[in-house]
T-cell receptor, first 111, second 113 residues
């Protein structure tokens, strides 16, 4: 079964915009796409959620193409405190629906 | 006030033992979950309960048995612990109609020796 995949790691300098993509080819028709941030020794924390097109809140934007088979989390002007692992969460459908986290992207911000 | 709390935070035990992890949420949510995070940081759902009723039961050995005495609590009991059970276990909760916006506990790091 295809996983919900993300790049393993990314590096960026402070002040840059960072885009992290999640591939979810078999996303369930009626489900939202949700992104989480996880710091070491903590549980994941909700960042943003969307269904289609673009969603923006005070910390991030989420871009979802029309086919919804992928999504991109955009973090504007990152700082050192954004160093964390980022996960997407979707419901995939391979005949029956399953709540699935992406493989996770370790983002490292460089001073 | 901690929204989702798990105890214990660390659990070290021998193979073959039985152990429990407790989880409580004070958010008034209907739905609670257990996840396992392995050494590669992959997060996999194990169970989900809605109002004390089991709604998700992934392919998990039957040595793992969740118990929900009320909708604010979801405990995880593990029998006959094995080396491969070593991981971080996370409890989470959500409103039923917003199941992808989940609030997570800090995790329980289980080490089986």
């Amino acid at each position: 079964l295809a996983k919900t995949t993300q790049p393993i790691s990314m590096d960026s300098y402070e002040g840059q915009e960072v885009n992290i993509t999640c591939s979810h080819n078999n996303i369930a028709t009626n489900d939202y796409i949700t992104w989480y941030q996880q710091f070491p020794s903590q549980g994941p924390r909700f960042i943003i959620q969307g269904y289609k097109t673009k969603v923006t809140n005070e910390v991030a934007s989420l871009f979802i193409p029309a086919d919804r088979k992928s999504s991109t989390l955009s973090l504007p002007r990152v700082s050192l405190s954004d160093t964390a692992v980022y996960y997407c969460l979707v419901t995939v459908n391979f005949g029956n629906e399953k709540l699935t986290f992406g493989t996770g992207t370790r983002l490292t911000i460089i001073p | 006030d901690t929204a989702v709390s798990q105890t214990p935070k660390y659990l070290v035990t021998q193979m073959g033992n039985d152990k429990s992890i407790k989880c409580e949420q004070n958010l008034g949510h209907d739905t609670m979950y257990w996840y396992k995070q392995d050494s590669k940081k992959f997060l996999k759902i194990m169970f989900s309960y809605n109002n004390k009723e089991l709604i998700i039961n992934e392919t998990v050995p039957n040595r793992f048995s969740p118990k929900s005495p009320d909708k604010a609590h979801l405990n995880l009991h593990i029998n006959s612990l094995e080396l491969g059970d070593s991981a971080v276990y996370f409890c989470a909760s959500s409103q039923k109609l917003a199941k992808n916006i989940q609030y997570f506990g800090a995790g329980t790091r289980l080490s089986v020796l």
